[in-house]
């Protein structure tokens, strides 16, 4: 079992730049795949970047890619998202979630998830 949980969103102008962070309980977390996704409102959830459970591969939506960068800190049970150049169309609300294999854009695939972080990009 695993439990996660989102923080440092915020509200942001366009061009700025935020972490947001996600702290996972259990002792396996170094075992996990994690991954993060975002859910405008009316909008389906979309994948933004996944990471392996090494933290030496990751995967990017081409919406994000070269903005964000996906790691993690398995000593401290955590993953972060550096965002930059921030547009108001990343305005969402961020999830972050774990799966036990390979890092996926597919978020029917991920086993658990966390209650997620606001993120709101002013024009």
Known sequence: QVQLVESGGGLVQAGGSLRISCAASGRTFSSYA????RQAIGKE?????GIGWSGSSAIYADSVK????????NAKNTVYLQMNSLKPEDTAVYYCAARPSWPSSDYDVYNYWGQGTQVTVSS
Do not use: L
């Not at 994690?34 to 996704?37: A, L, R, S, T, Y």
């Not at 070269?66 to 800190?73: A, F, K, L, P």
């Open 34 to 37: 994690m991954g993060w996704f």
């Open 45 to 49: 959830r979309e994948f933004v970047a």
């Open 66 to 73: 070269g903005r964000s960068t996906i790691s993690r800190d």
